[in-house]
């Protein structure tokens, strides 16, 4: 129907919709084999277009986002990209266009690379199950090589190693690696991360590595009759188009010589012509010439850029007027107020940028906010009764957060994300109060005394790391006080009892995770002042009868009852706890993702936010009025995409974590890439458009995602068993049956060698792909016909999804390091495996090293692909125990001290994939001399990021706002650790189950304990 609107459309308007004459942001073209004619994408669409440039043609038009063009040699197919089912799946479509099909249907993202010889598959890259032989670690983001048939029949693996922007040749695959979860669009990183080219022989089944340029070689063609090849690299600088002879490959010669922006997308036809992007353009490039930029026109995409949105969830700083009449909200960036009688929605105001940080004057008659713009966050209020915005304050500084003062004559406020301020209404000037630390925007938390007084400030000591409570005069003569000193985390302070009482949570006396950064439980403790002194404070009183998950606090009038909230699974709980007679009661739960409580002026009802519901509550916490959001907004997409760039470039600007940008012209790299902003029709180019921006930086923990994912997307459900992949017949054939897996039942009676012949009752046919089958079934009970080789037989099980199957394989590879390290070394060693750095990865590392290896005589530490978290200190603090009492009779020794440490000798795998905190392990670890660090060098991304997730809440970003320094005064990030023990993992080898850095780990350790190598 989309498309017969368009051809209507051009039918009637022809001239005036092909205006376009300066196109931009034309990604992923590809040269067809004869050279004649490129396919591209652009605003989410696939285009052809006559390789000397004029008007292109529309290949494809759907909902989602298509790309990644590949020809076949033939010339008469294009294989494709598109997410219109939620990832990315294989689809083919004439190169004339129509008769689309799709030939991939499994979950996981899946990128076509190229066509078999004879046409008849297509050759794509995606992550499924490993043969049970291979020793690759199971990870999402390390993508094989497979084909499937043009017909969309069944899929084969056809190389079992990370491989990416692979080309097939009778002989060869060239391909370049992929060895860590990087931002694609990272420019100038050079490390042991960065991709490299490698040329796989299909006649002999051996690899080679072509190039060892230390940073990014990307993207190879096959040139020159198969005898050379074309690719990316930074070699010189930006990314440019080389060339190498397959038969001297260390001497590439340089073909392009682009400044400042990197070149994508190469392809190549079978004259030699090469094609490839650049900043937003399309070049050729003929033998021995220079490149030619590629002059295209379009007809209008007819881009959706207004969109009716309903106003339902998500929203954000919920406020009720003190008078409890009225609530205010911020959704998809703007104000929103409704009536909370009757429910009436109103818009407050309409910009494409963020409003936040709400604040009701005392009569209710304004509403005080942040508003952002292009040049930053000003504070404004909004008249309610007229429905007019004022510029309240409007200048070249960064001010957001505002909050009334008692009497309304001022406004505290935060300038420039680290300065607490009070604004004078009056004399439209402001004084400094307090200086601050900051990770993100609106991160800061203050309050005034009723009195308007004093000012209670949650703040971070400098160099302390935990939060404490201060207080500070109003009047900007005094200094931040420390009240709380605690050294333990103390936060959400509130005044009471008319400014003589302070309320705070504070986790000193709660239950906590067994890692230093988990989870931990929170008290409610008060603080009674005396007269003007607050160094002369009285006791300090816990207020909570029992320490627990604690949400949002609010204390009565009178100061006789706490409520509180305690998070309950996926529920809060209220409670409210008489303090006199300390009796507690549960009135109230509701299913929430996010809760909070407010009284009105009067504290005479209470109200809880959950979610986009608002629960009017009498003092018993009995609901007497509820209210649940919704109404409708008119979203301007274009002016919202402008909006959250502009956020982004300009918090990037303000707040990276040094200066210099890492030597990049961040002000000219933000007017170039803004330029390609008309050319965007969604979240997935904007988000890939950030991305290369931030690429820039050259720095780890950056990138931004966005999507075009339907909320119901589809889901490949698992059966937990491993497949024989060499069974081509009807049914599938079981390898292996992962342990605890849905297949994993005495009951069962299965084997390996028995087949799967059906699924609710569909014959599993040779010609059809096992995942068709299983899609949107996962935790569903389905029905499995299984030929056992007597007698076919059905059983009911449950699938699983994705993410717990990954967790199976996961279990099976870290099993089968475990035993190898225990058969090796006779069991005199243990092997542990860190995926994470977290609770639970610390948890289990403690109980396997000081349980089940307990008496061992060394341990491996494997944190090969470690994803990051918050364990490094606690996880190293273990491993550099030094005994020194023994707790001992004349015959027995009961334990050793320190008895929570391990005193023995250990080793440690590492290797490019190490990230964020596995990255700051691998340095602490040899920087200590704890032992020996074994693997491949560790790229620097010891680096603290900061996300957040942007108004319309789909586009997330992220970039680091706060570094790590060694004791030397030099930053960790992309400061590589190289291993003590350097040792690479040969493709050939991992895939006849040889794990090469595990054997050199246990050599290493069998050594120096003493015992016979291997």
Same mark, same amino acid.
């Given at each position: 129907m989309k498309r017969l609107i368009i051809s209507l459309l051009i039918l009637c308007f022809g001239k005036y919709l092909f205006a376009q004459d300066s196109l931009r942001w034309l990604r992923y073209p590809s040269l067809s084999p004869d050279g004649k004619t490129i396919a591209f994408t652009y605003k989410g669409d696939l285009y052809k277009v006559a390789a000397t440039g004029g008007v292109a043609a529309r290949l494809t038009s759907s909902n989602g986002e298509e790309w990644m063009p590949v020809w076949s040699h033939d010339g008469r197919s294009i294989a494709f990209a598109s997410d219109r089912y939620g990832n990315a799946d294989i689809f083919l479509v004439d190169a004339n266009g129509g008769n689309e099909k799709q030939l991939t249907f499994h979950s996981a993202d899946e990128y076509p690379y190229d066509f078999s010889e004879d046409d008849r598959q297509v050759i794509f890259g995606g992550v499924r199950m490993d043969a049970t032989d291979s020793r690759q670690f199971p990870s999402d983001a390390q993508p094989e090589l497979y084909r499937v048939p043009v017909n969309g029949t069944r899929v084969t693996q056809l190389l079992p190693?990370?491989?990416?922007?692979? =080309? !097939?040749?009778? &002989?060869y695959i060239i391909y370049h690696d992929k060895k860590n979860r990087e931002n694609q669009w990272r420019k100038h990183q050079v490390s042991a991360a960065a991709r490299d080219i490698w040329l796989y022989n299909r006649q002999n089944n051996s690899y080679r590595q072509l190039t060892d340029f230390p940073g990014e070689d990307r993207s190879p063609v096959f040139t020159n009759n198969g005898k050379a090849i074309c690719y990316l690299s930074e070699q010189n600088g930006s990314f440019n188009v080389y060339r190498l002879w397959l038969d001297h490959p260390a001497k590439p010669e340089q073909l392009t010589i682009f400044k400042d922006y990197p070149v994508r997308f190469l392809s190549a036809a079978g004259n030699g012509l090469l094609c490839f992007g650049f900043n937003g353009d399309i070049y050729l490039q003929s033998p021995g010439r220079a490149p030619q930029k590629v002059y295209i026109q379009i007809s209008n995409p007819l881009t959706e850029n207004i969109k009716m949105v309903p106003v339902t969830d998500h929203i954000k700083y919920g406020v009720v007027s003190p008078s409890g009449k009225e609530f205010a909200f911020i959704f998809r960036g703007d104000v929103f107020s409704a009536d909370i009688a009757h429910g009436a929605v109103r818009q407050l105001t309409h910009t494409p940028g963020?409003?936040?940080?709400?604040?009701? $004057?005392?009569?209710?008659? &304004?509403?005080?906010?942040?508003?952002?713009?292009?040049?930053?966050?000003?504070?404004?209020? #909004?008249?309610?009764?007229?429905?007019?915005?004022?510029?309240?304050?409007?200048?070249?500084?960064?001010?957001?957060? @505002?909050?009334?003062? @008692?009497?309304?004559k001022e406004v505290a406020y935060i300038e420039n994300r680290v300065t607490l301020k009070i604004y004078n209404i009056a004399s439209g000037k402001s004084r400094r109060i307090a200086s601050l630390f900051s990770r993100k925007d609106h991160d800061q938390y203050f309050r005034w005394s009723p009195d308007g007084k004093y000012l209670l400030v949650q703040y971070n000591q400098p160099g302390a790391g935990n939060q404490e409570i201060g207080l500070v005069t109003a009047d900007g003569l005094g200094v931040l006080q420390n009240i709380t000193q605690s050294g333990f985390n103390d936060e959400g302070a509130q005044w009471a009892m008319n400014g003589k009482m302070m309320i705070w949570k504070s986790d000193r006396n709660g239950l906590r995770?067994? %890692?230093?950064? %988990? $989870?931990?439980?929170?008290?409610?403790?008060?603080?009674?002042?005396?007269?003007?002194?607050? =160094?002369?404070?009285?006791? !300090?009183?816990r207020l909570t009868p029992s320490s627990v998950m604690l949400g949002d606090v609010l204390l009565s009038k009178s100061g006789n009852k706490l409520y509180y909230l305690v998070k309950a699974g996926a529920s809060y709980q209220l409670w409210i706890t008489d303090i006199a007679a300390k009796t507690s009661t549960m009135p109230l739960s509701v299913k929430a993702e996010d809760a909070s409580l407010q009284w009105d002026a009067a504290q005479e009802q209470l109200f809880l936010l959950a979610d986009a519901r608002l629960l009017q509550l009498d003092t018993t916490g009995q609901t007497q009025h509820s209210l649940t959001v919704k109404g409708i907004m008119k979203v301007d997409l274009a002016a919202e995409r402008q909006a959250m760039f502009s956020h982004i470039w300009r918090r990037t600007k303000e707040a990276f974590y040094t200066a210099g940008y890492h030597g990049t012209d961040w002000e000219a790299y933000g007017r170039n890439y803004e330029q390609f902003l008309p050319h965007i029709a969604n979240n997935f180019e904007l988000a890939e458009m950030i991305s290369e921006m931030l690429g820039e930086l050259n720095v780890s923990h950056s990138g931004a995602t966005g999507s075009n994912i339907p909320e119901e997307k589809e889901e490949t459900a698992s059966l937990g068993i491993c497949y024989d992949v060499s069974y081509n017949g009807a049914g599938v054939k079981i390898n292996e049956i992962l @342990?605890?897996? @849905?297949?994993? &039942?005495?009951?069962?009676?299965?084997?390996?060698? #028995?087949?799967? #012949?059906?699924?609710?009752?569909? &014959?599993?046919?040779?010609? =059809?792909?096992?995942?068709?089958?299983?899609?949107? =079934?996962?935790?569903?009970?389905?029905?499995?016909t299984i030929n056992d080789g007597h007698q076919l037989r059905d059983i009911a099980v449950t699938p699983v999804t994705p993410d717990a199957e990954s967790d199976l394989l996961y279990k099976r590879w870290v099993k089968r390091n475990r035993e190898e390290v225990m058969r090796i070394s006779n069991g005199q060693l243990g092997y542990v495996h860190l995926y994470r750095m977290n609770d639970a990865a610390y948890r289990n590392a403690y109980s396997e090293i000081m349980g089940r290896y307990a008496g061992c005589k060394g341990i491996i530490v494997d944190t090969r692909f470690n994803r990051g978290g918050d364990l490094a200190s606690d996880l190293g603090m273990m491993l550099t125990g030094t005994e020194v009492r023994r707790n001992t009779t004349d015959s027995q020794v009961e334990s050793i001290e320190p008895g929570f440490r391990w005193t023995r000798p250990s080793v440690v795998i590492a290797n490019e994939a190490n990230y964020s905190d596995g990255s700051c392990f691998a340095f602490d670890y040899q920087y200590l001399h704890m032992g020996k660090l074994v693997g491949m060098p560790v790229p620097g991304s010891c680096t603290f990021m900061t996300g957040e997730t942007l108004p319309d809440g789909n586009l997330h970003w992220s970039v680091p706002s706060l570094g790590v320094k060694s004791k030397e005064g030099y930053y960790l990030e992309n400061h590589q650790t190289a291993p003590d023990i350097r040792v690479n993992n040969l493709p050939e080898e991992i895939t006849k189950g040889k794990d090469q850095q595990l054997e050199a780990a246990i050599r290493q350790l069998m050594k120096e304990i003493g015992l016979s190598t291997l």
């Open positions: 190693v990370p491989a990416e922007d692979a =080309k !097939i040749s009778p &002989q963020e409003e936040a940080d709400l604040s009701f $004057s005392p009569d209710g008659r &304004q509403l005080l906010y942040a508003s952002e713009t292009s040049h930053g966050w000003q504070l404004c209020t #909004m008249d309610l009764q007229q429905g007019k915005a004022t510029a309240l304050l409007a200048n070249d500084q960064e001010n957001y957060q @505002p909050l009334y003062s @008692p009497d309304a995770g067994f %890692s230093s950064g %988990s $989870s931990r439980q929170h008290d409610v403790y008060a603080l009674p002042f005396s007269g003007t002194d607050f =160094k002369e404070a009285e006791r !300090i009183t @342990p605890t897996g @849905p297949l994993d &039942q005495e009951a069962f009676a299965l084997q390996p060698g #028995m087949l799967i #012949m059906a699924v609710d009752g569909e &014959q599993i046919t040779a010609d =059809k792909d096992l995942s068709q089958y299983l899609n949107r =079934k996962a935790g569903r009970k389905i029905q499995l």
